[in-house]
Every structure is written in C-alpha cells, then in structure tokens.
C-alpha cells in the first residue's frame, strides 16, 4: 500500500512536463490565447508521445498504462492549461479512427443535462459522441460494452431528438439494432450517440474562457447509437477533469507563492505577513486533499470516489485560482497575467461531468447504505 | 501508487481482528468520566491487554503501515482509545526510544508498554502556548538535582500521571531556543500542586501544574542538556502524524449516522442538509487516503512523519467541527441545545480540535514556511 507515484510514474509525469514546457511554453500559451484554433501539429505530437494512447494495449499501438497513470499526465495538462479535448481525446483512442495519434480530434459531449449540452472545441472536432444518462450518481449496474458497430448514415431530420425531450424520442434510439435499453429513457446504463460535426443544431456561445471555445448543442440526432460503456466514459471523464483541476489548482500555489516571496511592500516581501501566507498554507491543503483523493480514485475505479474527487478538486482549481488572483492584487485582474486564465478554465470544468449540487446528493446518498466506515 | 495491502499485512489485519472480537466482549463497563482512578484502572488495563497479546509497542516498533491497520481495526471495532496512555505511549514514548540512554530506555519504556505507569505532558506554559521556546520554568543545578520551580498548564491526565515529560529552561541567558532541556518529572516528587481545569464541556480534563522547588534527579534529563527543543521536535511531530488515525474512522461512521438519523426524523428532505452530509462524505474519505499518503512518507522518513501531518491536521480539525455542526442541524432545536446528548458532547470537544497539537495559525505558519519556502514573519 503506497498513494505516492512509483518512480516510474515519476518519471511519466516528470517527462510529460518536459514535452509541454518545450512544446507549450508561456509564449504559445498567450499566443493560444489570441488564437484558439487548436494546434493540429501540437495534437498529432502529443499523439506521437502516447498521450492519447496511453492505456491502449501495446498489441494495438498504445503504450499499456492505466488509468493512475492518465491521471498523472492529466495532471501535468491541466497544469500547462493545455488546450483542446484532452479528455475526449484520452476516452475516445481505441473507439474512434485516428484519435489515438492525433490525427483525428473528437469531442465527447454530455447530454444527459436538460437543454445544458456544452461542446468544447466545436470548430476543431472530427467526430462528435454524445452520451446520454448513465451518471455516476445513478443507481449503478455493472455493464459490459458490446460488439463496436460501425456508425450508421446520418438520419432525417424526423429523428432528430430535442434535448431535454430524451423520453420522447425513444423510438429514435432504435432498439433493432439492440443497442439502446429498452425501458425507460437513460437511466444507469445510458446511452451514446455518434454526430458528424454538421449534425446537431449548434447555438453559438462566447466562451468566458479564451482557451476553451464552446457552443451550446440544442438538438441532435440519435440515429447513429454507439455501444459504449457510458457509465464507464463518465467516471473516467470525471476523473481525468479532476485531475486537469488538480494541476491547475497545484500551479496556481506555485504562482502566488512565487509572487509572495518576491514582490515587497512596507519594506518587506509580502509573503512574511501572516494575511498572505495563510492563504497560500489554504491553497496548499486543498491541493493535497484533492491529490488523495483523486490518486486513491484512479486505482479504485468506482463512481463514488470519482465523484468525491471531481467536488474535491473543482473547489481546489476555483479556489486557488481565486487566492492566487487575490494574492497577485491589481496585477493578478489583469489580461496579461495567467490568474484568470486558470479560473475561467476551473470553472469551465466545474460544469463537466459532475455538477457539486448532484454530486453531493450521490455521495449523501451512499452514506445510507454504508455503514462500513471509509 | 498501490492501494493493496502486502499479504503480510493482511495477516496482520486479519489475526487482529479476530483477537479484538474475542477480547473486546470480556472489558469490564467503561468508567464514568469523572472517575479518575477508575479511568486509570480501564485504560491500564486495556493496554495490558495489548501488550499480553503482542501489541503494547505497535506504535514503535511495528511498520507504518501496521499501525495504520493497528489505528483502523481498533477503532472499527470499537475498541477502547489510547485514553491515559497517549502521552506515554505517543509523546513521551517515541522521545525516549529515540533520544534517551539505553539505561533511561529500560527504565521508563517497559512499564508504558505493559501498562503499568501513566504519564503526563509539561510543556505549556501560562506564558508559552504557541510560542512554547517562550517558556519560563527554570531548572536550577544543585549536585545530582535540578530544583525545578514554575507553572505548567493544559495538562492531561496529570491527576493519575506516574511521570511528566517535562520542559524546563536550564540556561536563561542563552537563544532561547537553545537553553530548554527534557526532562522525566515523578509526579510523586514534593513541591508539585496539580489544579483541575474544568473544560467548556463540563468536566475537568485537564489541569494546571505549579511546581515549587521540585527537585528531579540530572539522570532523568533525555538528550543533551540545553537541546530539549530539538528532542521535543521529534515529539511533537509524532503528535501531529498518528494521534488522529482512528479519529477519521469514528468521524465517517458517525456521518453515516448521522445520515440515518437525518432518514428518520426527516430533516433529510433538506437538499442543502443532505448536500453539507455528501461533501463531508467526500472530505473525510479524502483525508483518509492522505492518512495513507502520509503513511509512504513516513516510511521513507524513518517512521517519523513530516510536515505533511500539519496538512493533515488542519484540515482535520476543519472538518471535524463541520460534522458536528451539521450534526446540530440534523438534532434540530431541542437535540442541539440538550446538554446530556452526546452529540451535544462531541460538538463542544470539537471546539478543542483547531487549538489543541499547535494552533491552525500556528500550522499554517509550519506549512507556509516549512513546505512552501515563504518568508519567516508575523
């Protein structure tokens, strides 16, 4: 029993901070800031570096890691604030084409959520996967994916479901193909839907956050299911965002600590006054509560832990980024600095996958079933 | 990163539980709390108990990681708390093993592990809390003696104390962190007066010490004389790594509880209730896998824990207040302001928890500093 990284894993993480330093420094951050376009030969790099393959088997040209080790690299995204759909990218490598080695972009969409479907990246996307139902916090059975199918054409506008509207288009979801459950609509199992990017009817949204464009999905077509494991791709999407929070909470520290120990005032560097270096001790435990946490679900896999890691972190990367600002004072509101930059992110990712207010009430929940102790 | 456990340790695990659930049935009733040699008599014997059975020094001598299973399984069971031996057995204890002679080891050790003597800890002062290099106690030379005179306070257990691990100044005029010794007081010596102090809960728990020209032999000082802040470092650090293990399991079994209890008298269909219960869920399962970060480190650390237990108990302490106070939501009115719960209870004790083992300000000063690099400065 051991929650720290192996040297191994170390090692992982310490070469994956190289690559991105190297590959995504300060300058192309700001330059992505002004251009958000994704960079393609940035992805098929990444590609090449096994980040989207990491845990296919070697057999199919992966690198055969596990999930503890994607949320280690993750870690280091989310520190960098890489851009793109890295979470996409890291679910979707051994289900769509050309994915795994960066030569395809995909996008991974949650719809489960009333008229609230958010796509990141819409312009630089591929393909699109939309899942419906499923949710961790769902009452939960163990589900095995079936035979992959290839994606069917593009259906008629007849077919095309309204979010929010999933138990009316039931039929839509074509039980002939044996796909979807029959019953009622989502529920623990859930369901995925492959788009082409020109079919769901898209609402233009302008991003608060530079780095991550987003459009609103109001309607798309659920003529095209996939068989995925859903509950699955959720947990893991959960858990991978947690640990993008994560790294981003852990850079914020070092941001205001550095400030702290350099710039002065009333003679002295800011950080000897107890008003500063409290906030950063905050800052610090959130970090490492979150990093239990998230480390301890990666080898757990199960959805309540991810759930406690994704509210855990959420609140680190919004917090820290706020205290960072704060501590930064009048430089820290500025477009120049990288303060807001990893708030507007944290809180683009505190809506993804897991809402606080429902995953609170899945983790209440589990405290009437469970008198086991932790 | 591994959350199994070695085969070994399973073993471990598994010949524990079964030991406690065939003993924990014979202890005699639990004293009253306000029975002092009769908490003595429980917690004496149930540490005979331990040792009887092959467990009196797991938390010296066993690895990191058993005394983390040691830490879970007792408190699962339910099995009695350290209660009057935590001082011995988790202060005073790991001091001596590490610091004091092999003649001091012999004499003081055995008896803590088997049971047989209490002790209790003098390092506070009226004037010397979280500034503890501040304090004033002197200890004055004369031939084989220190003649001992000043005021100790927030003393635990010092009614049915055998022995103090004591803080005295041994030269005034040096840094002052540099002329403090150690030293094993017997609380039986003359010119020593003990003062219960009643809590914010009620009873007395713990107590002031006045100490009038006590005289303690030079042979009962551990470490050099004049370093007794670094030998005390070393305790405090195993105050701040260990002591709150099985706290974290009860603290989860009693949201859990807490939960139920909420079901049953329908304050459940409170979302923003159930909403504070579920992030509490989340926390103490989060400091629970730190408890096992922490674990690795300590390991690699030579079994003393680092910094990271002043994370640890920061947020702990947090926490633990928070589940009380939610505890009191849950209660309603008439629960929450009634004294002879022992919800009501465990809400007050709480209160103790961001104070007692050095201050959330005083950690927070440790993490910035220590960890972080920042400046010293007030």
């Known amino acids: 029993m051991d929650l720290r990284p192996t040297a191994d894993q170390q090692a992982l993480q310490a070469g994956t901070r190289e690559l991105l330093t190297r590959r995504f420094g300060r300058d192309r951050l700001r330059e992505a800031v002004e251009a958000p376009a994704l960079d393609r030969a940035l992805w098929r790099e990444l590609g090449a570096a096994g980040f989207f393959a990491l845990r296919l088997p070697e057999a199919d040209g992966g690198v055969g890691l596990g999930l503890p080790d994607a949320v280690l690299v993750f870690e280091e995204a989310g520190r960098a604030l890489l851009p793109g759909p890295l979470v996409a990218g890291q679910l979707l490598a051994g289900v769509v084409p050309g994915v795994a080695t960066g030569e395809r972009v995909a996008g991974l969409c949650d719809a489960g959520r009333g008229g609230e479907c958010l796509w990141e990246h819409p312009g630089d996307c591929d393909e699109l996967i939309l899942l419906e139902g499923g949710d961790p916090g769902d009452p939960c059975t163990p589900c095995t994916p079936r035979a992959p199918r290839a994606p069917r054409a593009p259906c008629d506008p007849g077919e095309r479901g309204d979010l929010g509207g999933a138990d009316g288009s039931e039929a839509a979801g074509s039980e002939a193909d ?47 299911p996939r068989s995925l494991d859903v509950p699955r791709l959720r947990r893991e999407a959960a858990l991978l965002t947690a640990a993008l929070q994560l790294g981003s909470a852990a850079r914020t520290v070092e941001m205001a600590v550095q400030h702290a120990r350099s710039r002065e005032q009333f003679g002295v560097r800011i950080g000897s006054f107890q008003a500063v270096k409290h906030l950063c001790a905050e800052m610090l435990i959130r970090v490492e ?47 120049e600095a990288d303060v807001h930059l990893h708030l507007k992110r944290a809180w683009c990712r505190v809506e993804q996958w897991q809402s606080g207010g429902k995953a609170e009430e899945a983790l209440a929940e589990a405290l009437l079933a469970d008198d086991v102790g932790v | 990163m591994d959350l199994t456990y070695a085969p070994e340790e399973e073993e471990f695990r598994a010949r524990l539980r079964e030991w406690l659930a065939k003993t924990l049935p014979d202890l005699p009733a639990r004293p009253d709390p306000l029975d002092w040699p009769g908490r003595r008599a429980y917690d004496l014997g149930w540490q005979r108990r331990l040792y009887d059975a092959g467990y009196g020094a797991v938390h010296w001598d066993a690895s990191p990681t058993r005394r983390l299973i040691f830490l879970e399984e007792t408190e699962r069971a339910g099995a009695p708390y350290v209660g009057a031996n935590f001082v011995g057995l988790l202060h005073a204890g790991p001091t001596i093993a590490a610091e004091g ?37 002197r200890a004055v030379r004369d031939g084989d003696d220190y003649v001992v005179t000043g005021q100790k306070v927030w003393t635990s257990h010092a009614e049915i104390a055998d022995w103090c691990e004591l803080l005295v100044r041994t030269d005034p005029e040096a840094h002052r962190h540099r002329g403090i010794s150690w030293l094993a007081m017997p609380m039986d010596a003359p010119g020593i007066t003990v003062r219960p102090l009643r809590t914010l809960v009620g009873p007395a728990e713990f107590a002031e010490v006045f100490l009038d020209e006590v005289r303690v032999p030079v042979a009962n000082r551990v470490g050099a004389e004049h370093d007794g802040w670094r030998v005390t470092m070393v305790t405090l650090s195993f105050e701040r790594g260990t002591a709150f293990v099985g706290e974290v399991v009860a603290c989860r079994r009693t949201l859990g509880g807490l939960a139920r209890a909420a079901r049953a008298n329908g304050r459940w269909d409170d979302p923003v209730l159930r909403r504070r219960l579920g992030r ?35 947020r702990y302490s947090q926490v633990r207040q928070e589940l009380y106070d939610a505890a009191a939501e849950v209660l309603g009115p008439c629960g929450a302001l009634d004294a002879d719960q022992q919800w009501t209870a465990d809400r007050l004790s709480s209160l103790s928890y961001t104070i007692a083992a050095g201050t959330s300000q005083i950690q927070r000063d440790i993490i910035a500093e220590r960890i972080l690099g920042l400046p010293k400065g007030r």
């Open chain 2, 280 to 314: 509490l869920n989340a926390e103490f399962t989060a400091l629970w896998r730190l408890i096992q970060r922490n674990v690795g480190a300590a390991r690699d650390a030579g079994g003393v824990p680092d910094a990271g237990g002043s994370v640890f108990k920061l």
């Open chain 1, 178 to 224: 044996g796909l979807v459950e029959s019953g009622p609509a989502s529920g623990a199992r859930g369901r995925a839907f492959w788009n082409a990017p020109d079919w769901p009817v898209l609402e233009p949204v302008r991003s608060i956050d530079p780095l991550t464009p987003l459009a609103r999905v109001t309607s798309y077509p659920r003529s095209a």
């Open chain 1, 289 to 335: 509560i979150a990093r239990s946490a998230v480390y301890a679900a990666s080898l757990t896999e199960r959805s309540l832990p991810v759930v406690g890691a994704k509210v855990l972190a959420d609140e680190a990367a919004v917090r820290n980024a706020r205290d960072c600002l704060q501590v930064h004072g009048g430089t820290g509101f500025t477009w």
């Open chain 2, 101 to 137: 002679t092999d003649e001091q080891r012999a004499r003081w050790l055995p008896p803590v592990v088997r049971g047989d003597e209490v002790w209790c800890q003098g390092f506070s002062e009226p004037e010397a809390g979280s500034d503890l290099a501040a304090l004033r106690t």
